[in-house]
């Protein structure tokens, strides 16, 4: 075949037929092409629920009783029908905020227990924790509890080997400020013992 052909004015031009064809792409370079499409998207995926994970959901908070100061400790003795005990205690509350946003917390109440017998309560402020921080909180309360049962020989006892046990139980319900409101809550969880003895706190136990 020829490689010239006519023009429309008679004369003769060279046509490259290797320039003219048209070579359609090979499988393989289609595969691979899809492929490399397909890892980019998961990597965008990926790199976009992290950061869903780290500025959106709000890690859990933790809260502790670091500190119990024991004031106008008064009981009687086991010789008496109806014993009782009375104090005063002086606490430093902890909360750690893990989150990139603040926490923040309106004023909650916690409730204090002996033997199941509510003998206290204690208010906690509102306040707010900065992200990746945490604060410490003074809380002042009283706990008083009188034994009106003869038969009763809880309270007797524990003041005979000199010890009390006392349950410490708080609920602080607020919101997490990240992109996105969290509202969340962190309990407070305490055992304190009481020496009577010595006028002091003798172990603080927080879970």
């Known amino acids: 075949m020829s490689g010239y052909a006519k023009t429309a004015y008679g004369g003769k031009s060279k046509v490259v037929d290797e320039a003219c064809a048209v070579h359609p792409p090979k499988q393989s370079d289609i595969i691979g092409k899809v492929i490399i499409f397909t890892l980019v998207g998961l990597c965008i995926l990926l790199c976009l629920f992290i950061s869903i ?4 959901l709000a ?5 502790s009783v670091t500190s119990v100061a024991l004031r106008n400790l008064r009981y009687n003795d086991t010789s008496s029908s109806w014993p ?7 606490m430093k509350i902890r909360i750690e905020n893990p989150n990139f946003g603040f926490f923040e917390f309106p004023t909650s109440k916690g409730d204090i227990m002996y033997n199941g017998r509510l003998v206290g309560e204690m208010k906690i402020n509102g306040q707010r924790v900065g992200s990746y921080s945490a604060i410490r909180t003074a809380v002042r309360t009283e706990v008083s509890y009188r ?9 007797k006892n524990d003041i005979k080997r000199g010890l009390i046990i006392l349950k410490i139980e708080a609920k602080l319900r607020g919101e997490v400020h990240l992109v996105a409101l969290n509202k969340r809550s962190v309990n407070l969880k305490c055992l304190m013992y009481l020496n009577l003895r010595d006028e002091v706190i003798q172990r603080l136990w927080c879970k």
Do not use: D, Q
């Not at 994970?53 to 959106?56: K, M, S």
């Not at 890690?59 to 809260?63: A, F, N, R, S």
């Not at 009782?84 to 002086?90: C, E, H, I, R, V």
């Open 53 to 56: 994970g780290f500025y959106v």
């Open 59 to 63: 890690k859990p908070l933790k809260t």
């Open 84 to 90: 009782y005990f009375n104090a005063t205690l002086a």
């Open 147 to 155: 034994e009106n049962k003869a038969s009763s020989v809880w309270l």
